[in-house]
């Protein structure tokens, strides 16, 4: 079954710093892995997807993700936080062959300091 | 447009009374989603319908309903909810079911409280 776990509950960072958001998965199938972002009383907003295509992913806002079969890993980067990046990051995978059905990771709160 | 709707944002209702929530999206999406979402956890997948018909449901409790009226419009009727019912709802569309690296694409959510 396909699993996906994020390391770290709360990241905090100064603004202009590195962002790094970790996130290991388990699958039996090759997986197709998403970060998606969450603002505050709002819905999640797609930032990336591997689907296979490129081990390195770019996606919106300045994130990139990079794939790595060897330690199962998905982390997300961004070179240099701004304090608008300040919001829940959630992990997932989709179930091979159960209705595009999306298995979130706990989920990570990055919070932007001056 | 790859816009997903939902309304109400806001709805408080009590143990006894009946409501829907309602989603909507215009991309030609035939797969719809119910998500809930309670404070500080990740979204829990309810129902997924593919092609208007229902495909998949997480042993939800038979007081929500969902209903899916035509390929654009997704519905959940809820009666005699409970307290812990209440969280954010979100509504999500896909293009298929059938393709597990297609996005899902979320609406902005309805917070429910039940009093």
């Known amino acids: 079954a396909q699993s996906v776990t994020q390391l770290g509950s709360h990241v905090s960072v100064s603004e202009g710093a590195l962002v790094l958001l970790r996130c290991n998965y388990s699958s039996s199938v090759p997986p197709y892995l998403f970060w998606y972002v969450q603002y505050p009383n709002q819905g999640l907003q797609l930032l990336l997807k591997y689907t296979s295509a490129a081990t390195l992913v770019k996606g919106i806002n300045g994130f990139e993700a990079e794939f790595k079969k060897s330690e199962t890993s998905f982390h997300l980067t961004k070179p240099s936080a701004h304090m608008s990046d300040a919001a829940e990051y959630f992990c997932?995978?989709?179930?091979?062959?159960?209705?595009?059905?999306?298995?979130f990771g706990a989920g990570t709160r990055l919070a932007v300091h001056p | 447009d790859t816009e997903v709707t939902q309304t109400p944002k806001h709805l408080v209702m009590g143990m006894t009374n009946k409501k829907s929530l309602k989603c909507e999206q215009h991309m030609g999406h035939r797969a719809m989603y119910w998500y809930k979402q309670k404070a500080k956890k990740p979204p829990e997948l309810m129902f997924v319908y593919s092609y208007e018909k229902l495909s998949i449901n997480e042993s939800v409790p038979s007081r929500f309903s969902p209903e899916c009226p035509n390929s654009s419009l997704l519905n959940l009727h809820l009666h005699a909810l409970q307290p812990e019912d209440s969280a954010l709802y979100l509504c999500a569309s896909s293009p298929s079911a059938a393709t597990s690296s297609y996005e899902q694409y979320f609406g902005p959510g309805t917070r429910l409280t039940v009093t």
């Open positions: 997932a995978v989709t179930v091979s062959g159960g209705y595009n059905k999306l298995i």
